[in-house]
Each structure stands twice: as C-alpha cells, then as structure tokens.
C-alpha cells in the first residue's frame, strides 16, 4: 500500500522479497545437500580410485543405491530450482554470493553437527573469510 | 594432496561460477517466473544458456561429489571457492572492466581464506569404506 505513489519502489520492493525468499530456500536447501552428499561419499570412498579399479558404472550404481546420495540430489534439484527462481527476479550479483556466503556458515555448522568433522578455528576462519569477502565482491 | 586432487578442485572452482553466470544470461532471456506459475521453471531449462549452464552445472556436481569422497566437507567449499576471485580477475584483465577496491578487498579475504583452510589436512575423520582396501586407507591417512 505504502508503494502505491512510487510503483518503481513498489517493483524493486517485490524483487527483493523475491530474492531473498529464493536465497533462502537456496541456503537450506544446498547446505542441507551438501551434507547429506558428503556423507554419502564418505561411505562409499574415493571415488577415483574406485572407477579405476572397478570402472564407472560400478561407481555409478554404488551412488545410485545410496540413501543419503539420493535424498542429497533431491536437496540440490530444490536448490537448482530456487536459483532459478531467484535469478529471474533479481541479478546474479546478489543471489550468487549471498546464496554461497551463507551457506559457507551453515554448511560449517552442518558439518561439525551431523558429519561430525573436526571443524578447529582455522576452518571457522576459513569459512567466515571467505563468506566475508565473497560479499564484498558482489559490492 | 597430489596434482590429480588440486585439479579436482580447480574443476569445483570454475564450473560452479561459469554455469551461475550462463544461468543468469538465461534466466534474463525467460524474464520473470510467478509462484503461481512453478511450471515455467520447468520449460526454463530449454533455453540454450541455461541448457549450458546446466551441462558445467553437471561437470561442477561430478568433481564435487569427487572431491567430497575424499576430503571434509569444511575443506572443499572454501578450498573451492578461488572461482570467485577467477571471475573477477577475468573480469579485470580479459573483458576489461573497472574492478572496484571493495571488490580487490573481498579477493584478498576469499584468497587468504582459501590460503588457511588448503594449509590444513584434508580429512579430519576417515570413515572406512567397505570397497577400499585397508592398504590404500592406511596409505591415505598417513600420506
């Protein structure tokens, strides 16, 4: 209502709320597949090794008959199709490295909670520096 | 570490940001998608630029789930993400562009966090997979 005299407000208004509505769905989503993705690797193993000892296909079938791989592409698609809803309302410059910088942290705290890694400071700084400086970039 | 997992992760670092940006270029052609309209996104994905957006998508999904078989997930993502600071540096000395100082700044911060966490082991808890041999997990930990 209080966009009614300025409708150039009232659209930039709406492509905002769009997009982080997008951003977030995005954050939870991704991070919520990376976690699911990476633990599904860890119990399946080096994925390099194993195609050349046993080929592609066996590596193929052994992700395909993963839970955690499946329910972790399921996270991804929801992601993949929130970037896309995203972008069609507002520029790659904010969805991209809003998107990434705060899944950075929440994947941090995914992991030292459900994959149980051994997230020291060095990687809290890591995380927190590179989230830091990829929105600065989009500045 | 060895050349083929740095390469891995130089395959992380530049598909994900190439395919963002040729989405983009692509959803800019679509236009804008309403929620009361969810099956636009669907016929999206048949436009040229997001159709390749989703093939470096793809080859991104491959090295990640690659590298993720081998490392944490706290050291891929930030390990990875010297795609960012390629595409500004493109931007710069390829295409040109005025690359302002914030932008120079969020470089160097991405670059030192990238710097902190690869100075560092990659795994910090090896769970033992039931298709490796106890050699080649033996050989890992202590390599």
Redesign the interface.
Known sequence: MMHLGDPLRAVRHLSNLHAWLAITAVVVSSSAG??L??RA??????????RRR?GLLFVAL??LRNKYFLLGVGC?TLS??S???G???N??SL???AA?SL??VA??V???FF??????H??W??????G???????? | MNLRKYLVLLGVSIFAPMGDSLLSYGMKQVGNISLHHPSQLFFAITNPWVGLGIVLLLGFFASYMTALSWADLTYVLPASSLGYVLLALIARFVLHEQVSLTRWLGIALVSSGVGFVTSGPELTKRRRSKHQHPEQIHAEVSR
């Open positions: 990376d976690v993705l990476s690797m860890k119990k399946i193993g080096d994925l390099g090794d194993l046993r052994l992700a991804m993949f199709y970037l896309l809803y972008l069609s309302w520029n790659v969805i991209g490295p990434a899944t950075f994947n941090a995914g992991a030292r994959l149980h890694e051994h997230v020291d060095r990687r700084i890591a995380a927190l520096l590179v830091g400086g990829v929105v600065l970039m989009a500045l």
